[in-house]
């Protein structure tokens, strides 16, 4: 579907392109950079390994792989480099898309774009989800690219190329062509993606990837995910590879088929890579799969544990975390050789006021040394942005609520340096719970699972449960990458005289556990020099968070609808 968006004039007269989009275009995709003060932006890791930046920007490369091939294209990733006059000036059209924590980076290539007359298209989640705060863009393709792009180009063909273009719907992503890998520079990487499938079958009440991407999950071939990884294998990468999909295990049928060809794939080729991605903890119950991702060297898994209180975890519609026991669902994927990341949300309407004990013991007891404590967020299109909405307690940036006639945006910080992820953004929306008393809560988990004795006795115990079989063989140069990496680490924690009792302390005692193990230790030293330096500027941006926080009293919602106090004392499931 094309509708005309409401174009500014001005962008009508600067932006010329010839009549057909086939014509040999030079197309400039850029990624903007995502911010320093996340938790996921391990750039510290990536300095001491001697790369740039942690994920390839997968949804450009896909990008390039629709467009018409006629054309050439350039990628800047801002994340690697820097995005220079002379790239704009050279260019004929201008992709760029992203998250959330990228709008002020697009709007800035908007900008950019509109200074030199050239014309720029956005896509991606965050203009996809709200499109009003790209207005000035020239062309805003919506939605997934492989059945929106060719609206575009087909409007283009008819002598209308700007304006916005969406309701493809959700494409059969079997036909989606390999993403052009070439176009990246691999080396700059701390790992390459991939994506085996979109969407997720479960409907947590905060997530939007099931608005996004559907409740079916839609899965690739085996044999075009063989494809993809053989583009990669044949580019010369070797090592990390991250299927960047809502829920791995989503489609389980189409898994059980995926992982005895990538078993397959992977023996034939002496296994070139090992692998990371995101489930949800049912896959405890699925021995099977468990065997199949350790014998393709599947190391690390996400996971959103959420909370460890039931009704918490019923009420975010999250039931599926609460069918089994949580220490016994980690212990088993933990069996299995599979290192958990967990992630933890602070901010639930009937979360209780032990909410941080419970998180901190959580981690604690199921050996979770890397966990992911985010404040809840009403992201657009979500239902709970609905819910609060209905309910009047949707905030804006500036803590104002928005009006029942208003419509609810999500704008970030415009300077990169100054975008808060979730960790120490979010809440926003009127809190049942205390502001100030979340804050706190979050400021003392953070402080608690990330100071260096507490963490490292957390990763000697997950390195004592996993036993760790890697598959993949590094190779001489991601050795020398490891070792090098390994001992600047080292150094640089020496020198902090309250941390490197703990981090050799940690050592000693994994290298008792035998060389296997002494690998996973080692890779886990080395991403606390990350957790060393969030904890500090976290810490610091709570703080400030805090104290800039206007007095907020709880929302009577809960205790006038149930009857029942804000706060209710609720069971701790792990
Ligand atoms: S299981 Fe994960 S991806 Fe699926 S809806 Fe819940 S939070 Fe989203």
Not at 378 to 400: F, H, I, K, V, Y
Not at 541 to 566: C, F, K, S, V, W
Request: proline content about 6%; some cysteine; hydrophobic content about 40%.
């Amino acid at each position: 579907m094309h509708s005309g968006g409401p174009q500014k004039a001005h962008r009508m007269l600067n932006t010329s392109l010839p009549r057909s989009p086939y014509a040999p275009l030079r197309c400039l995709l850029v990624s903007p950079e995502f911010p320093k003060n996340s938790f996921w932006n391990w750039s510290s890791v990536c300095k001491v390994r001697g790369e740039k930046t942690m994920g390839l920007p997968l949804g450009l490369l896909t990008l390039a792989a629709i467009l018409p091939q006629e054309w050439q294209f350039q990628l800047v990733d801002q994340n690697t480099g820097a995005l220079r006059d002379d790239d704009i000036r050279r260019a004929d059209v201008i992709c760029v898309g992203g998250m959330t924590v990228q709008q002020g980076g697009i709007l800035d290539v908007i900008r950019k774009a509109r200074q030199y007359g050239k014309f720029v298209a956005v896509g991606g989640t965050d203009p996809t989800s709200q499109p009003a705060i790209y207005q000035d863009a020239d062309a805003l393709v919506l939605g997934e690219a492989e059945t929106n792009v060719p609206i575009w180009l087909k409007a283009w063909e008819q002598g209308s190329p700007r304006g916005v273009f969406q309701g493809g719907g959700a494409p059969d992503i079997t036909a989606s062509p390999v993403p052009r890998y070439d176009l990246a520079r691999l080396k700059d990487y701390l790992y390459a993606s991939i994506q085996s499938s979109r969407g997720c079958p479960y409907h947590c009440e905060f997530c939007s990837v099931t608005e996004l991407f559907g409740r079916a999950p839609r899965t690739k071939t085996p044999e075009q995910v063989c494809r993809e990884l053989g583009v990669l294998f044949d580019l010369g990468y070797r090592g990390w590879v991250d299927f960047a999909d809502d829920n791995f295990i989503g489609n389980k049928k189409s898994v059980r088929q995926l992982l005895p060809a990538l078993v397959d794939w992977c023996k034939r080729r002496k296994h070139p890579f090992f692998f990371s991605t995101e489930v949800s903890l049912n896959l405890a119950e699925e021995p099977e799969l468990m065997d199949q991702m350790a014998a393709a060297d599947f190391r690390y898994l996400f996971t959103g544990i959420e909370s460890a209180q039931e009704e918490v975890l019923h009420a975010a519609q999250k039931p599926i975390n609460t069918q089994h026991p949580l220490r016994q669902r980690i212990r088993r994927i933990h069996e299995h050789g599979l290192f958990v990341t967990a992630g933890f949300v602070l901010g639930f309407d009937n979360e209780p006021e032990n909410a941080a004990d419970s998180i901190i013991a959580c981690a604690k007891e199921n050996a979770l040394p890397v966990a992911m404590v985010s404040l809840l967020t009403a992201a657009p299109l979500s239902q709970l942005t609905r819910r609060l909405a209905a309910e009047g307690r949707l905030m804006d940036s500036a803590g104002n609520l928005f009006g029942a006639d208003q419509p609810f945006e999500m704008r970030t910080a415009e300077r990169v340096d100054l975008v808060l992820d979730q960790t120490a953004g979010g809440l926003n929306f009127a809190t049942a719970r205390d502001r100030k008393a979340i804050l706190r809560d979050q400021i003392r988990i953070i402080d608690t699972l990330y100071d260096p004795a507490n963490f490292m006795a957390r990763a000697i115990e997950a390195v004592a449960r996993i036993p760790h079989a890697p598959k993949h063989k590094s190779g001489w140069s991601e050795t020398w990458v490891d070792l090098t990496a390994f001992a600047r680490v080292a150094v640089a924690i020496s020198r902090q005289p309250e941390i490197r009792g703990h981090f050799w302390r940690f050592l000693g005692q994994s290298w008792k556990l035998g060389p296997g193990r002494f690998a996973l230790a080692a890779a886990l030293a080395t991403i606390y020099m990350h957790f060393m330096e969030m904890r500090v500027r976290l810490l610091e941006n709570l703080h400030r968070r805090y104290d800039g926080e206007a007095d907020h009293q709880p929302l009577p919602l809960i205790a006038a609808e149930t009857g029942e106090d804000a706060t209710p004392e609720v069971a701790v499931r792990c």
